[in-house]
């Protein structure tokens, strides 16, 4: 039962966006900017960023949901997904997302964390002021929905596959014009 | 120093709307409908969440300038901004709010920490659906924008008094996305 009385049958964020159009408006432009639009970060990296954050936060909804669409993006599969949760110092990705994972951790924990020995690892590697800022800000954001999500105390399915079956239609819908209750 | 190029000599968030504006506006739009759009909660007590949940994150730029919109807000009674922002007790504050900035001190820890007692507590002295939504989305985004702003290390005015000329502005404008000047 979530905190507050939400349209039924609408698991994690759906609840909240569809009690609140008015906020889900820009909360969706956000991440449609963030997570969809053209960017030297592929899509998949935006959306991993997004589901490693989730994860640290302890958000069930929005790592699974996320992942799932990273899935998507990626072509990859859960084991991968999960081996960037547990250790992504060894995952299979690049040295520079590696820089920018870590990055998001401090983000998670405070802005303050942030270090300039950090971002001048992430610049050493290649990476650029704007995806040092999408990345502060995408793991910001998902400090955010993490708590929106949980913080009404909103349902979220326990199945893993719901999330990941789904993957494929929320990358192909965007969030522009997300429609919670599709 | 920010840790990247943003415009020299503009602090906090507005540095960092002016660097990427795409991104800028959708951040000032939702200040805007959460903080000065319909809610049973007023904007002075809106304003109010968003400096607790700043002092809470330690966050000196957006605790300030929010705090120094709060008092613009509350007039006579901005005493309680103060008394908040310092963790004393208010005799200006309603219980109703008391149990609502609770809750938004719960959430600036972790979604996962706001239990149904919180909640009840806060219906007991009235608060409807609206008052918890609004509380827990206004202290999850300032959780958001606390971590962007001190994550990249934007400029923060040391002196209390720089941003009073902020907090007016807030408070009598409202939340406009800044503009790059025209070439």
Known sequence: MAHIALPDGLPGIRGPMAFRPETAKPLNELAEVLLRSENSLIRGERELIATYVSYLNDCFFCQNAHGGIAQHYLQCDLTFIQNVKSNFAEADISEKLKALLSIAASVQKGGKNVTSDQVEKAKSLGATDLEIHDTVLISAAFCMFNRYVDGLGTPAPSDISFYVNRGKQRAEEGYANYNPYH | ?183
């Open chain 2, 1 to 183: 120093m920010a840790y990247i190029a943003v415009p020299e000599g503009v602090p906090g968030i507005r540095s960092l709307a002016l660097f990427r504006p795409e991104t800028g506006k959708p951040l000032y739009d939702l200040a805007q409908v959460l903080l000065r759009g319909p809610s049973p909660l007023t904007p002075a007590e809106r304003e109010l969440i968003a400096a607790h949940v700043s002092a809470l994150n330690n966050c000196t730029f957006c605790m300030s300038s929010h705090a120094a919109a709060a008092r613009e807000l509350f007039g006579e009674e901005r005493e309680i901004v103060d008394c908040v922002i310092g963790n004393n007790p208010s005799g200006f504050m309603s219980d109703k709010l008391k149990a609502l900035l609770h809750i938004a001190g719960k959430v600036q820890q972790s979604g996962k920490h706001v239990m149904s007692e919180d909640i009840e507590e806060a219906r007991k002295f009235g608060a409807d659906d609206r008052d918890i939504h609004d509380t827990v989305l206004i202290a999850a985004t300032f959780s958001m924008f606390n971590r962007y702003v001190d994550g990249l290390a934007t400029l923060t005015p040391d002196d209390p008094k720089e941003y009073e000329p902020m907090g007016k502005r807030l408070a009598s404008m409202g939340y406009l996305s800044p503009q790059n000047p025209k070439p």
